[in-house]
């Protein structure tokens, strides 16, 4: 029973099945499904059913009956002129032991077949004269009023369907159980109605049989619901209980019980049937059960297959990222080395303007003449003479000029130490510029400086 069910459904069939007290299985998982596996209202629906309490899904009008097939080569029929049948107002009674005897109660058995066969033809066709158009316009009022007027009458009985023949079907569709439909008519004036119902529908064992095996619905032909179904099950003789099943995906008339009989007779007429007909019904059972786990097994290849797409689409977009960062990351490495290219023609071609300001290097025994002896950062020593009216600015751009010096740099003395001039070429660029003469620097004669390499 568990195939095709999650282990969720699972555990709300075995609880269904704990406080209702059902024993099939089956019967609790349909009950589930068709309320979609919401165990409240399966619960409370059942509940409803046993108290005589009309469920809201009972009182809904808009369920359409399936096509029933009434076929007499496809159901047996047992009446009360068979032997275990009984009639109260004046059947053929026990069978007589004496051969003679015998031979009239076959004779008489056949004479009342035959004129009950003939009456029903008779009955049919002039039914085809008459308006058997009867407008049903409260069928779930029709069944209930019938169901408290049989509860006066007959308090003990089997558990009455709450609802319409059309929703008693669907149900023993949706269920896959049998349904047990009984209609009566004028029980006061009915000897054999009276009789079945006091005596054989009241009987403990029919009731437990009936609760356990089936759906029961009943309804009196006087009211138009019940008139209406007599007349689609073509049902002349009163009482009669009619046993519908699924055979083949279609509600077919599989037995029919017309007058009274002996509860130990209805049973073993009524196990004749089911035993008959339950192989449907487990092929059915069998077939939906593989169409849910067929069913489930696609909804978890399915989520199996979402999971799969998430996951194949989280690691698509981890990737995508991942190019974007190694193209973000080449973009930067390119951008930065355009950036130096363009530093670097920068720095080459603000070299070639500067140079052209750099004042010409004054004679020796020129007057204020100072020599200054610059150390370069790779170990080089450069040596010339500039005028004191010179700038700090006319040093450094021929430093800057000169190939052996760093493109970023400042200019200190040794000792003591202090920094006489720092920039770098974009300094240059923006027109920032020291204009102090090497005199009101503090330089005098003959200078050493030091060039550091501020890119060092």
């Not at 059902?22 to 165990?39: A, S, T």
């Not at 399966?42 to 029933?68: C, H, K, L, W």
């Not at 130490?417 to 770098?424: E, P």
């Amino acid at each position: 029973m568990e195939d095709g069910l999650t282990n969720e459904q699972t555990e709300k069939v075995l609880q269904f099945q704990d406080i209702t007290g059902i024993e099939d299985m089956n019967v609790c998982r349909d009950v589930l499904i068709r309320h979609q596996w919401d165990l409240e209202v399966a619960f409370q629906e059942q509940m409803n059913i046993r108290e005589g309490i009309p469920s809201t899904y009972a009182a809904s009008r808009d369920v359409r009956a399936p096509a029933v097939i009434d076929d007499r080569f496809l159901q047996q029929v047992f009446s009360a002129s068979m032997p275990g049948g009984r009639s109260v107002g004046g059947g053929l009674g026990p069978i007589p032991r004496s051969f003679t005897g015998l031979i009239g109660y076959v004779i008489n058995m056949v004479f009342q077949y035959c004129y009950s066969t003939f009456a029903s033809v008779l009955n049919a066709l002039l039914s085809l004269g008459r308006n058997n158009d009867r407008i049903v316009t409260d069928p779930v009022g029709d069944v209930m009023s019938f169901i408290r007027a049989y509860n006066e009458r007959y308090p003990t009985h089997p558990v009455f369907y709450q609802g319409t023949y059309a929703q008693a079907l669907n149900d023993a569709k949706q269920e896959l159980r049998f349904l047990l439909i009984y209609l009566h008519k004028d029980p006061t004036n009915n000897p054999d109605v009276d009789s079945l119902c006091n005596i054989t529908l009241a009987n403990q064992t029919v009731i437990d049989y009936i609760n356990r095996n089936m759906l029961f619905w009943g309804c009196d032909i006087s009211s138009p619901e019940g008139y209406r179904v007599s007349h689609s099950l073509n049902i002349h003789v009163y009482p009669t209980l009619v046993l519908i099943t699924l055979r083949n995906n279609r509600m077919v008339v599989v037995g029919r019980f017309e007058g009274d009989c002996m509860p130990e007779e209805l049973i073993r007429r009524m196990q004749t049937v089911i035993s008959a007909n339950e192989i449907w019904l487990s092929q059915a059972r069998a077939d939906r059960l593989e169409r849910n786990f067929t069913q489930t097994l696609r909804q978890q290849q399915d989520e199996a297959y979402q999971l799969s797409l998430r996951a194949d689409e989280e690691k698509e977009r981890r990737r995508q990222m991942e190019r974007d960062a190694e193209r973000q990351a080449q973009q930067a490495i390119e951008r930065e080395r355009a950036e130096e290219e363009r530093r670097k023609e920068d720095i080459a071609r603000l070299k070639v303007e500067l140079a052209e300001r750099v004042p010409k290097e004054p004679p020796a025994d020129t007057k204020d003449v100072i020599s200054v002896v610059f150390k370069l950062p790779n170990g080089a020593r450069l040596e010339r003479r500039f005028l004191n009216t010179n700038s700090l600015t006319d040093v450094y751009n021929y430093l800057f000029c000169h190939p052996s010096s760093p493109d970023e740099f400042e200019i200190t003395t040794n000792f003591p130490k202090r920094t006489l001039y720092t920039s770098s070429y974009m300094y240059h660029a923006n027109g920032n510029v020291n204009e102090r003469t090497l005199a009101e620097a503090g330089l005098k004669h003959r200078e050493v400086l030091f060039v550091n390499d501020l890119e060092a």
